[in-house]
């Protein structure tokens, strides 16, 4: 556990996104808050998306503002990226997520998606 926290400490220093694995409910989310309280963007949102909650036909209206399976699904409200602006979006379970919005996602955080986050 020491480690794990040494390792929290530094990773919040930097400004890299993080990649957090574990098994369901060892805690992910609890190193992931951390992270963010002890980073420059505590000042921001710390904004969740459980993926495997979210069913996959409005995952990508939702998290990404995109056109998504209903009418004026990007111009009703703010996409979880955009609410985590300045902050961290903690993407919870992402390996349930189908494959194609997998890829999608990475495309965002590789081109920046806008701002530049966890």
């Not at 990508?60 to 503002?65: G, K, P, T």
């Not at 009418?71 to 349930?96: N, V």
């Not at 919005?101 to 990475?106: D, E, P, R, S």
Request: glycine share 12%; aromatic share 4%.
């Amino acid at each position: 556990m020491r480690r794990t926290m040494a390792q929290v400490e530094r990773v919040a220093a930097g400004e890299s996104r993080v990649c957090i694995l574990g098994d369901t409910g060892t805690g992910k989310e609890l190193v992931a808050r951390r992270i963010h309280e002890l980073s420059a963007r505590r000042v921001g949102p710390f904004v969740t998306v459980n993926c495997a909650a979210v069913p996959q036909e409005l995952i990508e209206s939702s998290c990404l503002a995109t056109k998504g399976s209903f009418t004026g699904a990007a111009t009703r409200h703010l996409s979880k990226l955009k609410q985590a602006h300045g902050g961290t979006l903690f993407l919870d379970e992402i390996g349930d997520m189908p494959p194609v919005m997998q890829a999608k996602f990475l495309r965002v955080l590789e081109e920046g998606g806008g701002a530049r986050g966890r």
